[in-house]
């Protein structure tokens, strides 16, 4: 019983510890960092999403959704939505049912506590994404084991024929799924028909359009999305605004259209590469009717977000990085100077201050390039940031100044053999 005690009572007891003390650390009823929903509410919604787990065990679909399981919406009380209450209560009645009769149904037992405590690991106030489908794979591993026990029990030709039907009709299922999944444009297409109210399954979709040159395919696909899914989504928008920036159709006037759509819009750290790709292509030209100081506004007023205001959070600081852009590209370097300074002012971001290095060495602003160099350079030296997780080697950092430091030179060698006036 000490050794029971010790060694399967202790560790789990343990974690859970760990755990309720990072749990009230991060604050249960405040956001994740980087998520939209809280611990509290991602406990809710866990029992609403075990349910749906079961439900595609026993009522299997040809398909889901797949990967795009963002349109999961949140349980934000017990009785918001009210399937909340009768999933837990769903939950506990199967719990109850298997310790209670764990002796005279001991294959039951089996497999209900072993899907429970499976999905212990991730199904909890763990901030993980809300439903992805692999979880339940080790955790459905007995589910059908008194199924079979019962089945067992018939004549063995029934059985045998029960099993065969059973086992070609998963056959056909997992056929059909490979085949839709053996091709990405079909996969997001299917996802994206399955799952209307997914963000990531419509702009995977509209995107995979665009790259085929189906572009308005594309943009309908985007404003279908951006009609009938509630709220401002700015994977939605953004990638609009980017797929008419580079087809030539992005003007001021829709800009400012849509400019509202960005007011208090918190800046979802995993679209950071599609903001950039939308502000380069202002930038570079793509879309001449559109000025590149035209999208500062709408992107400022992204900080009156709690979220986004936060000096040390991601978002603050990215969002300060994109002004320090556009105010550079506007010839304003003393505005841009201040907004990239305010978004290096909350935590030390090795590639952060390397992209900044990159954009003033870029418009031929050596000085200040080398100077945010130094700085970045200073962080892994002085050990203020873990270099194994600086996402910049020191070596990288030498390599950028010896090269900013060689244009530098041959433009000064450049202008000094030129003729005076």
């Not at 859970?16 to 956001?31: M, R, T």
């Not at 971001?349 to 200073?378: C, K, P, S, W």
């Amino acid at each position: 019983r000490g050794w029971c005690i010790l060694f399967f009572a202790g560790p789990p007891v343990a974690v859970l510890a760990y755990l309720v003390v990072i749990a009230i650390g991060q604050g249960v009823f405040e956001p994740l960092p980087r998520q939209d929903y809280s611990i509290y509410e991602r406990t809710l919604t866990q029992g609403r999403v075990l349910v749906d787990y079961l439900r595609h065990w026993f009522v299997p679909d040809m398909y889901t959704a797949g990967v795009f399981q963002d349109h999961v919406i949140k349980s934000t009380g017990l009785l918001s939505p009210v399937t909340t209450a009768l999933s837990w209560f769903t939950h506990g009645a199967l719990i109850a049912a298997a310790v209670v009769w764990r002796r005279r149904w001991p294959l039951f037992a089996l497999a209900v506590l072993f899907f429970y405590a499976a999905h212990v690991l991730e199904s909890t106030f763990v901030g993980l994404e809300m439903y992805y489908e692999h979880r339940n794979y080790l955790a459905a591993a007995f589910l059908f084991l008194p199924i079979i026990a019962l089945l067992a029990k018939l004549d063995k030709w029934v059985f045998a024929a029960i099993s065969v039907a059973v086992l070609l009709l998963f056959a056909t299922f997992t056929h059909r799924s490979a085949t839709i999944w053996s091709n990405y444009p079909d996969m997001v297409a299917a996802a994206a028909e399955k799952a209307p109210t997914s963000i990531r399954a419509q702009a995977r979709y509209a995107t995979t359009l665009y790259n085929a040159q189906h572009y308005a395919e594309a943009l309908t696909v985007l404003d279908d999305a951006i009609r009938n899914i509630p709220g401002a989504h700015a994977e939605l928008f953004v990638n609009r605004l980017y797929m008419q920036c580079n087809l030539g159709l992005l003007t001021d006037d829709e800009l400012a259209r849509v400019a509202p759509d960005f007011q208090g819009l918190y800046f979802r750290p995993g679209l950071f590469s599609l903001y950039n790709a939308m502000i380069e292509s202002v930038v570079r030209g793509n879309c001449p009717a559109v000025q590149p100081a035209s999208l500062r506004a709408p992107l400022a007023s992204m900080l009156e977000n709690p979220l986004n205001a936060a000096s040390d959070s991601f978002s603050h600081a990215r969002i300060y990085y994109f002004l320090g852009v556009l105010d550079l590209e506007a010839g304003n370097l003393d505005r841009a100077t201040t907004s990239f300074d305010t978004s290096l002012s909350g935590t030390p971001d090795a590639i952060l201050g390397m992209r900044i290095a990159r954009q003033f060495a870029n418009r031929g602003h050596t000085e200040e390039a080398l100077r945010y160099a130094d700085d970045v350079a200073a962080l892994l030296l002085g050990g203020r940031i873990d270099a194994a997780s600086a996402g910049v080697a020191i070596e990288e950092v030498d390599a950028f100044q010896s090269a900013v430091r060689a244009d530098r030179d041959a433009q000064q060698d450049s202008d000094s053999d030129r003729p005076d006036p």
